[in-house]
């Protein structure tokens, strides 16, 4: 089971860089064509949601004879069923790269088609999810989310373009900004952490916490939307190069086996796994209430999420009360690193109080 020790990042690690090309610029949207030649591809297969089309339709457009067109199928946690007819349909236009606009689910999409076809990706990442930086998948099947690590999924290019998460509307903005900074919290207290990683874990979650604050206030505020992205580049960095912990597994489960929605459900679970936490990663623990210019990462996640008004409770996004045993014990099925032992009592405490929405400690 689970080993309980607080990895020590400074003195004691292993750091294996990932490949990555990323252009952070206002208008880098337009380096899209010559960035899908530098690739040696000339037939871009342009990936969306439905409700994205329009901004794939641009991104097509600018491609001109570069692009086979817009697939809109992207879905939320990728279901395999999708997941196949997107793979036929690259297949069928003869697609030598996928362009993903979009966010975790869209990208998510190229890389379950390049999961199977090595296609390189060229992600345009459209909220602060991360997954643009990581050689993780997610796809769900049989109502259960399985992920995993692949080299061939990990986009080529990232073109980071503040003016199009403009549009992101606030409440999504903030919870997918705390679903980033999930990714660094976790990260901080990772078994296969580093300094690099730390360093850029600690600099996302300020950065993310100012930018979402100054979002709320101003959502067309350009410099805010960039501090944003420029955390989610951080913290999905992080999530790239290190393994996470219980945060993330339980938000799996949620999201994979109750169909809850992603960026909500890390913004609910995230102050109760970092309470759950705290005795057992007090350096991690010190470096996120910094970061966070609060005296506790717990709480000081939880009072930010209150403060730009994010959902407190599981119970509000549609989780069955009757379900929260069945919670624990799909969390439960499979051993995996955590600082603290996983104590199924402890884990099913933790999932009435993210249900109810209760502050950390009180
Ligand atoms: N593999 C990885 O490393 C990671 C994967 N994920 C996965 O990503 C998915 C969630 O991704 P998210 O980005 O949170 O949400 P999403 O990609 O599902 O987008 C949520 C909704 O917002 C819309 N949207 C996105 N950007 C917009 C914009 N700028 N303006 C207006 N509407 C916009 C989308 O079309 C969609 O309808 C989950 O399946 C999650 O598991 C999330 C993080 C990391
Ligand atoms: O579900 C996936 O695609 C894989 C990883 C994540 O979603 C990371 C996260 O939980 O935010």
Known sequence: MATTREADPTHDFIFTAQPARVVFARGSLQRLPQEVEALGARRALVLCTPQQRDQAQAAADLLGALSVGVYDGAQMHVPIEGARLAREHARAVGADCAVAIGGGSTIGLGKAIALESSLPIIAVPTTYAGSEMTPIYGITEAGLKKTGRDARVLPRTVLYDPDLSVGLPVAMSVTSGINAIAHAAEGLYARDGNPVMSL?????????????RGVVRSPSDLAARGDCLYGAWLCGTVLGHVGMAL??????TLGGSFNLPHAETHTIVLPHALHYNTQAAPEAMRRIARALGSDDAATGVHDLAAELKAPLAL???????????RAAEIALANPYWNPRPIEAQAIRELLRNAWEGRRPGD
């Open 247 to 252: 945060h993330h597994k339980l938000c799996h």
């Open 200 to 212: 850029m874990a600690e600099e996302g979650i300020r950065a993310l916490a100012v930018g979402l």
């Open 315 to 325: 119970r509000d996004i549609g989780m069955p009360e009757s379900e929260l045993d």
